[in-house]
């Protein structure tokens, strides 16, 4: 099956600070999301990026599929941010079947 | 997006006891999924809730132990059965909905813990 694979595991940041995780990806890909877990446990889908670079407010993500990457940037950070954020892959053909990597853990300190 | 509730939230089980967790979309979906999260690790798939035929489960699930149900096209429920401490998860249900591609949205999940 897909690995995917992220990085940093753990990162720890003071408020203000920006930042960018990194999801490496073993097989092509038509379907890539990335996640915010809060601490509730609730997942949030932050985008829907199988290619190319979108960006909400502070948060943006490019994937470049050909080298099968994705990276997730968070800019002028907030406590709020604080959370596991994790890269989702799959297949449209298998519609909303996806793989999950082991997420990075993000502490932001105020 | 879709609504998706998902009861209970949270409960505390006895070892040996079954529990049933329902999940409700508030909008006809074909494809839903159940996860599992085990403490400190990452989403694991555990089967695909098919809508009138019996669900799909991945490889190291099976039905005797997690049963699950799709009666219609809004509605279904994964039950653990014969629980253990090992159980104690977050268990998530998932649909697929069609926007720019196909996204998964998953419900606020329900944390099991078993003593």
């Known amino acids: 099956g897909i690995q995917v694979e992220q990085s940093p595991p753990d990162l720890i940041l003071q408020e203000g600070a920006n930042s960018t995780l990194r999801c490496n990806f073993s097989d092509s890909v038509n379907n890539l999301q990335w996640f915010h877990q809060n601490p509730w446990g609730q997942l949030i889908n932050l985008f829907y990026i199988p290619s190319g670079t979108k960006q909400n407010g502070r948060l943006s993500a490019t994937t470049v599929a050909t080298e099968r990457y994705s990276l997730l940037y968070i800019s002028s950070s907030q406590t709020t941010d604080s959370g596991v954020y994790f890269c989702a892959v799959g297949f449209n053909t298998n519609a909303g079947k996806s793989t999950f990597g082991d997420g990075t853990t993000l502490t932001v300190k105020p | 997006s879709a609504v998706i509730s998902q009861k209970p939230s949270r409960d505390i089980c006895q070892r040996g006891t079954s529990l049933t967790i329902q999940c409700q979309v508030d909008?006809?979906?074909?494809?839903m999924f159940w996860y599992r999260q085990q403490p400190g690790q990452s989403l694991t798939l555990i089967a695909t809730?098919?809508?009138?035929?019996?669900?799909?489960?991945e490889s190291g699930f099976v039905i005797d132990k997690f049963p699950i149900s799709r009666p219609n096209l809004t509605f279904s429920t994964l039950t653990v059965s014969n629980m253990s401490p090992e159980d104690s998860s977050i268990y998530l249900c998932?649909?697929?909905?069609?926007?720019?591609?196909?996204?998964?949205?998953f419900g606020q999940g329900t944390r099991l813990t078993v003593v």
């Open positions: 909008s006809q979906v074909t494809m």
């Open positions: 998932s649909v697929a909905l069609y926007r720019e591609g196909t996204e998964a949205f």
């Open positions: 809730a098919n809508q009138g035929s019996e669900a799909t489960y």
